[in-house]
Structures are given as structure tokens and as C-alpha cells.
């Protein structure tokens, strides 16, 4: 007769996981482009952007390098094309000067995600559109030199 147990140990053995299943939430990502390489959740809130009331004077040293650039106004979302777009004319502007280099202190990490126009409401959040960062203003993030 055809027991239980006997089932269970052919089924082991004939079972073997798919390791040619790729994951849902890795992303094609280019040695160039500023995007996570991993990501767990796709899809995030999209939270808020803080913006300090107070005098505080936290964030405006450097880190690295002899100088720095400063975002003043309020807080704002940055895309990762805008970031690579800022990090390339920094990097035009400082080629007659010898050893220089551009430090990015900010990481596009936010997944954005879009509906489409003229879409009805409901029916979910929509599709994932770009990677982004928050920018908290007043705060000493890129410098380069």
C-alpha cells in the first residue's frame, strides 16, 4: 500500500527549488545611474519633507572637501536625473582645476510612483515612475573640492 510518509520523502526528493526565478524588486540599475541596488518595497508613502522652524545651525559644516554648495528655501523633492545632471556641470565647471572632485552627500532612495492622467480614482497607487530624495533645506549635503 502507499503510505503517507513515503509520499512526503519521494516529493522531497523529486522538489527542488527554481533558482532561475528572479525577484520582483531588483531593478536594472547602470554603473552611472543613482538608484538603490536592492530594494524591499517597491512602492512607499510619500511622507513629508521637514522643515526646521527653529535657528538651529546643524548641518552647515562640511564633511569633506574645501567648499560647499547650499539649497536655501524650502524642503523639496530631488530625481535622481536632477542630481546627475547638477554632479555632471559641477564636475565641467571644476575640470580646469587639477584633483578636484564632487562629493554627493544625498541618495536618491524614495521610490516615486505616477498615475495616469485623466485616470479615475481608486484602482491602487499606480506604477513606479523614478527614484527621488528628500531635500531638508538649509543644510550644508553637497560640496565639492
Known amino acids: 500500500m502507499f503510505s503517507l510518509s513515503s509520499a512526503f520523502s519521494q516529493l522531497r526528493l523529486h522538489a527542488s527549488p527554481s533558482r532561475t526565478a528572479s525577484s520582483p524588486l531588483t531593478f ?3 554603473r552611472t545611474q543613482l538608484a538603490p541596488r536592492k530594494v524591499k518595497w517597491v512602492k512607499r508613502q510619500k511622507g513629508t519633507i521637514p522643515i526646521p ?3 538651529s545651525t546643524r548641518g ?3 564633511a569633506y572637501g574645501e ?3 547650499r539649497i536655501k ?3 523639496a523633492r530631488f530625481t535622481a536625473k536632477q542630481l546627475e545632471t547638477v554632479q555632471e556641470l559641477i564636475k565641467r565647471k571644476l575640470k ?3 584633483g578636484a572632485k ?3 552627500r544625498v541618495f536618491p ?3 516615486v510612483c505616477i498615475k495616469g492622467n485623466e485616470t479615475r480614482m481608486g484602482k491602487g497607487k499606480g506604477t513606479f515612475e523614478f527614484w527621488a530624495t528628500r531635500y531638508v533645506p538649509n543644510s550644508q549635503k553637497q560640496n565639492g573640492y
Open 28 to 30: 536594472v540599475r547602470h
Open 53 to 55: 522652524i527653529g535657528g
Open 60 to 62: 552647515t559644516t562640511l
Open 67 to 69: 567648499w560647499g554648495i
Open 73 to 75: 528655501g524650502n524642503g
Open 96 to 98: 580646469v582645476i587639477k
Open 102 to 104: 564632487v562629493f554627493l
Open 109 to 111: 532612495d524614495v521610490p
